[in-house]
């Protein structure tokens, strides 16, 4: 990915940052899937008070791409300085093993995360006889 697509990502998903339902937490989270034709689709996280129930940024963006007909997802890009949780990597997983996984750190550059590394024992479809 180039660091322009980068930019544009990191852009879509702070915009959407500002749409994230934070209610109980008070910590908006919001993520921006970015796939292999260079589509965008970006999301913030959908708390609710039956807390199971919430939704993370990450599970919203894929369902967007995924929705427009989109599978070939090549990264992601997280706001604010945060790693997704393994219910979120493992829903990145599903498409791939090569998903860049892109995280703010402290000087609010991007780092590159693979996703193994970050979710050693994943399963995918490859694992599951249909």
């Known amino acids: 990915m180039t660091s322009a697509d980068r930019q544009a990502a990191l852009d879509a998903a702070k915009r959407a940052l ?62 604010p300085r945060r790693l997704p949780c393994g219910a979120c990597l493992q829903v990145l997983r599903e498409f791939g093993l090569h998903v860049e996984i892109l995280a703010e750190n402290d000087s609010g550059e991007l780092q590159s995360f693979a996703l193994p590394d970050l979710l050693p024992n994943s399963f995918g479809p490859d694992n599951v006889e249909h």
């Open 18 to 79: 500002s749409h994230a339902y934070a209610p109980y937490s008070k910590e908006p989270k919001a993520a921006a899937v970015v796939t292999a034709d260079g589509s965008i689709y970006a999301a913030g996280c959908v708390e609710n008070a039956a807390w199971p129930a919430a939704i993370c940024a990450e599970v919203v963006a894929v369902g967007a791409a995924v929705s427009a007909g989109k599978r070939d997802l090549q990264s992601i890009v997280l706001v």
